[in-house]
């Protein structure tokens, strides 16, 4: 048989690797808890129909890139493309917006796209995201693009910035819409990008092809058109992260790839990635909730990707301090010094101290090559002489130095030397 690997576009993630994943999410995170943002678990999967009327027929994300499927019980379900839909569907689907508002909440999980993989593009890929929902006050887009902000400055990175755009609302943008159309129907544009052009023609802004982009720079620009509610909207935004301490760069052509979006909309670039700069994105959707069958109800939220920033701190040189591995790695020579031992290892885990021990047969030089390996600052070493004296031998990995300790007093004195 031939071996299986994981699907394409996919990956696995090992340790130690692994660990900075989970840094990665905590530091996320971290910022959203101390805000108020409460954590909330949806369904990776969910009816199809929620993300076509959600995110938007005409997007890519659902025309092109949807994992979905017939059920054995004929239900048509997809794994979730972004989070936002499934989010705002529990929150209607739970009555969250008859309770206290804004309802906060944040998310951490895996998301599903079928896209042509490449770095920093995957078909299954992780974010952390948070949405607040209920309120449509311009503080909160500022409060929540000031603690992504946080998020990636807590990581070490330097190099994120912020483009920041506003898309009008649903009585602004139409006439906006039309004054694009009528731009880019003067276009030479190819049969699909016409297309385009008639069913979401704020899409062709995005195109990133030099022969169109070449076309684009007398095209009629969206806040010239916003209607005061919106222009209000997004200079109070403005106003918070400049109080805020939080810079950005205007971006007036930013169209993100989900059709939801009003008014504010953002994104988090890094310039040591490539062409998939985005490390995170989003803005306000105050439609959403009416479009999926629910009450008015105001959004605006972000995702940042996990996978991403990992390489976004790749290119920084970033790494961040190794919570992984163990602080003390224990060498039995001998079954019943392995007894003794995991007994030894058992009390420091229950003081919160990382330990792990040699465990099958191997010699003391297989043994003491996976405490080096282990990265542990200290090693016990037990045969059956010390353990018949009483005690057992503490190695300092990073002196070679090591002293006998006797067995009764060997978690305390491993305590101590691990807070000097
Ligand atoms: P998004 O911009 O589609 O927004 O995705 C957010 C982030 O997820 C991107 O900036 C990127 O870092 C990461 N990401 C997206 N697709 C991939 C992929 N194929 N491989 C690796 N990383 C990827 C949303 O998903 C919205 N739900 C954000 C939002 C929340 N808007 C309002 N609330």
Same mark, same amino acid.
């Given at each position: 048989?031939?071996?299986?690997?994981?699907?394409?576009?996919? @990956?696995?993630?090992?340790?130690?690797?692994?660990?900075?994943?989970?840094?990665?999410?905590?530091?996320?995170?971290?910022?959203?808890?101390?805000?108020?943002?409460?954590?909330?678990?949806?369904?990776? =999967?969910?009816?199809?129909?929620?993300?076509?009327?959600?995110?938007?027929?005409?997007?890519?994300?659902?025309?092109?890139?949807?994992?979905?499927?017939?059920?054995?019980?004929?239900?048509?379900?997809?794994?979730?493309?972004?989070?936002?839909?499934?989010?705002?569907?529990?929150?209607?689907?739970?009555?969250?917006?008859?309770?206290?508002?804004?309802?906060?909440?944040?998310?951490?999980?895996? @998301?599903?796209? #079928?896209?042509?993989?490449?770095?920093?593009? #995957?078909?299954?890929?992780?974010?952390?995201?948070?949405?607040?929902?209920?309120?449509?006050?311009?503080?909160?887009?500022?409060?929540?693009?000031?603690?992504?902000?946080?998020? #990636?400055?807590s990581l070490g990175l330097s190099r994120v910035r912020l483009l920041l755009n506003t898309l009008g609302c649903r009585e602004c943008r139409p006439v906006y819409r039309a004054a694009l159309q009528d731009f880019l129907r003067g276009l030479d544009l190819?049969?699909?990008?016409?297309?385009?052009?008639?069913?979401?023609?704020?899409?062709?802004?995005?195109?990133?092809?030099?022969?169109?982009?070449?076309?684009?720079?007398?095209?009629?620009?969206?806040?010239?058109?916003?209607?005061?509610?919106?222009?209000?909207?997004?200079?109070?935004?403005?106003?918070?992260?400049?109080?805020?301490?939080?810079?950005?760069?205007?971006?007036?052509?930013?169209?993100?790839?989900?059709? #939801?979006?009003?008014?504010?909309?953002?994104?988090?670039?890094?310039?040591?990635?490539?062409?998939?700069?985005?490390?995170?994105?989003?803005?306000?959707?105050?439609?959403?909730?009416?479009?999926?069958?629910?009450?008015?109800?105001?959004?605006?939220?972000?995702?940042?990707?996990?996978?991403?920033?990992?390489?976004?701190?790749?290119?920084?040189?970033?790494?961040?301090?190794?919570?992984?591995?163990?602080?003390?790695?224990?060498?039995?020579?001998?079954?019943?010094?392995?007894?003794?031992?995991?007994?030894?290892?058992?009390?420091?885990?229950?003081?919160?101290?990382?330990?792990?021990?040699? =465990?099958?047969?191997?010699?003391?030089?297989?043994?003491?090559?996976?405490?080096?390996?282990?990265?542990?600052?200290?090693?016990?070493?037990?045969?059956?002489?010390?353990?018949s004296d009483g005690n057992v031998q503490v190695k300092d990995m990073a002196t070679a130095a090591q002293e006998a300790v006797a067995i009764d007093d060997v978690v305390d004195h491993i305590e101590k030397r691990l807070q000097q």
């Amino acid at each position: 048989m031939t071996g299986f690997t994981a699907p394409k576009g996919t @990956f696995d993630l090992l340790p130690p690797a692994s660990e900075l994943v989970l840094a990665v999410r905590a530091a996320m995170s971290a910022p959203l808890v101390n805000a108020g943002y409460g954590y909330i678990e949806t369904p990776v =999967f969910e009816e199809t129909a929620l993300f076509e009327r959600g995110v938007g027929e005409s997007s890519d994300v659902v025309s092109k890139e949807m994992y979905s499927f017939v059920t054995r019980g004929d239900d048509h379900v997809t794994l979730r493309p972004e989070g936002t839909a499934g989010v705002v569907r529990a929150a209607i689907q739970h009555r969250l917006y008859a309770g206290q508002l804004p309802v906060k909440l944040w998310y951490s999980g895996s @998301f599903f796209r #079928y896209e042509r993989p490449q770095a920093g593009r #995957y078909r299954h890929f992780s974010q952390v995201g948070a949405e607040a929902l209920g309120v449509d006050d311009p503080l909160l887009d500022a409060e929540l693009i000031a603690l992504a902000m946080q998020a #990636y400055a807590s990581l070490g990175l330097s190099r994120v910035r912020l483009l920041l755009n506003t898309l009008g609302c649903r009585e602004c943008r139409p006439v906006y819409r039309a004054a694009l159309q009528d731009f880019l129907r003067g276009l030479d544009l190819d049969e699909e990008t016409r297309r385009r052009v008639e069913i979401n023609p704020l899409r062709v802004l995005d195109d990133k092809r030099e022969s169109v982009q070449k076309q684009l720079s007398g095209a009629p620009v969206g806040r010239d058109f916003l209607d005061d509610a919106c222009r209000e909207h997004y200079d109070a935004v403005r106003a918070a992260l400049s109080s805020l301490g939080v810079s950005w760069e205007e971006a007036p052509r930013l169209v993100r790839g989900l059709d #939801y979006y009003t008014r504010t909309t953002f994104e988090f670039q890094h310039d040591g990635l490539g062409a998939q700069s985005a490390v995170g994105g989003g803005g306000r959707y105050d439609g959403l909730s009416e479009d999926i069958g629910g009450p008015s109800m105001p959004g605006v939220g972000w995702a940042l990707g996990v996978d991403r920033t990992i390489l976004a701190l790749q290119s920084e040189d970033v790494s961040l301090a190794e919570a992984s591995g163990v602080q003390v790695f224990a060498v039995p020579l001998g079954f019943e010094a392995k007894q003794r031992l995991l007994v030894v290892v058992d009390a420091l885990r229950r003081k919160g101290i990382r330990a792990d021990l040699v =465990f099958g047969d191997r010699g003391l030089k297989g043994a003491m090559k996976a405490a080096d390996r282990s990265g542990a600052a200290l090693t016990i070493v037990a045969g059956e002489r010390d353990l018949s004296d009483g005690n057992v031998q503490v190695k300092d990995m990073a002196t070679a130095a090591q002293e006998a300790v006797a067995i009764d007093d060997v978690v305390d004195h491993i305590e101590k030397r691990l807070q000097q």
